[in-house]
């Protein structure tokens, strides 16, 4: 991925940049938020950091803004299971008591990795910690494959920037990396 490239095609529909994050802004995000940027993440916001609406100004966000945006994924899992009946066998009976049911779900949540927000309601794993993981779109337990890595997501979702004129969504199955626990809700009723 060229993050110069991306930059600018991004800034063509209007999107807003700031200086890119330091490598010390970068450490205390993961060290405050515990989790690693994948390393094309990592490039692209070391090189400009999108701060238009939607996007996650890593910068100048609250604290509680990062951490609502963060908890979205859990959010949506708890909001499925009391109102959509939403259980994975995986995780044993469903306790009747909702706050039990909630308590299972936070556990098996945290230990998957680390979604990170990137613009809107799409997301990227924390790991592994290496380049090329998928970006999901997660809406509840609604969850797909937005990309099957950054620069595939950018191209989907801001296509009139790469100049792609279909509205065919291209996600390469040849290219979709597993990831634990997250990657297993595509397939959930």
């Known amino acids: 991925m060229n993050p110069a490239e ?45 701060v238009s609406g939607g996007w996650l100004d890593w910068r100048n966000a609250s604290k509680e803004e990062i951490m609502q945006r963060m908890a979205w994924p859990l959010d949506g899992i708890c909001y499925d299971i009391e109102h959509n009946e ?4 995986s995780w044993g009976e469903k306790p009747a008591d909702l706050p039990a049911a909630f308590e299972i ?58 100049g792609i004129t279909s509205r065919t969504f291209v996600v390469s199955s040849n290219d979709l990396r597993e990831i634990e626990f997250w990657s297993g809700l595509l397939d959930c009723p």
Request: net charge negative; glycine share 4%; with cysteine.
């Open 6 to 50: 991306c930059k600018e095609r991004l800034a063509s529909i209007g999107i807003l940049f700031e200086q890119g994050l330091t490598d010390d802004e970068l450490a205390t995000i993961e060290s405050e938020y515990g989790f690693r940027f994948p390393a094309d993440l990592r490039q692209l916001l070391s090189y400009a950091l999108p």
């Open 105 to 162: 779900a936070r556990e098996q949540v945290a230990k998957a990795p680390t979604l990170i927000p990137i613009f809107s309601h799409r997301y990227m794993p924390d790991s592994p910690s290496e380049a090329g993981n998928p970006v999901f779109s997660v809406y509840q337990t609604d969850i797909i494959y937005y990309g099957h890595n950054l620069e595939n997501y950018l191209h989907n979702e801001f296509r009139e920037a790469f």
């Open 86 to 89: 939403f259980w994975l066998e």
